[in-house]
């Protein structure tokens, strides 16, 4: 049953990449490598229980942590164009 799982989310993470370098859009390529990060989540937590190694499980919460925080500081970014503090005045501090 975890072979099928992890068969499955080969293929999955195959076609996600393909979207992720052929996307259209900027945030299109966002999301399918957000989706590229949930797949290798998932991947990392059944490849970790079919080893029986469930250890497995807290690296791919903490690649999931990660995978937030990156999420957020690129869309920040596309925002405002800077990841300082919205208080920061730039010019002030040269």
Same mark, same amino acid.
């Given at each position: 049953?975890?072979?099928?799982?992890?068969?499955?989310?080969?293929?999955?993470?195959?076609?996600?990449?393909?979207?992720?370098?052929?996307?259209p859009?900027t =945030?299109d390529?966002?999301v399918a490598?957000?989706?590229? &990060?949930?797949?290798?989540? *998932? +991947?990392? %937590?059944l490849?970790? /229980? =079919?080893?029986?190694?469930?250890?497995?499980?807290?690296? &791919?919460?903490?690649?999931? *942590? +990660?995978? %937030?925080?990156?999420t /957020?500081?690129?869309?920040?970014?596309?925002?405002?164009?800077?990841?300082?503090?919205?208080?920061?005045?730039?010019?002030?501090?040269?």
């Open positions: 049953m975890f072979v099928a799982g992890i068969a499955a989310l080969l293929v999955a993470l195959t076609l996600m990449i393909v979207r992720a370098l052929r996307g859009t =945030f390529r966002l490598s957000n989706a590229v &990060a949930t797949a290798v989540i *998932l +991947l990392l %937590a490849y970790g /229980f =079919f080893i029986d190694r469930p250890e497995f499980l807290d690296i &791919a919460l903490l690649y999931a *942590l +990660l995978n %937030a925080v990156g /957020f500081a690129v869309l920040k970014f596309w925002r405002h164009g800077s990841l300082a503090h919205p208080g920061d005045d730039q010019e002030e501090r040269w």
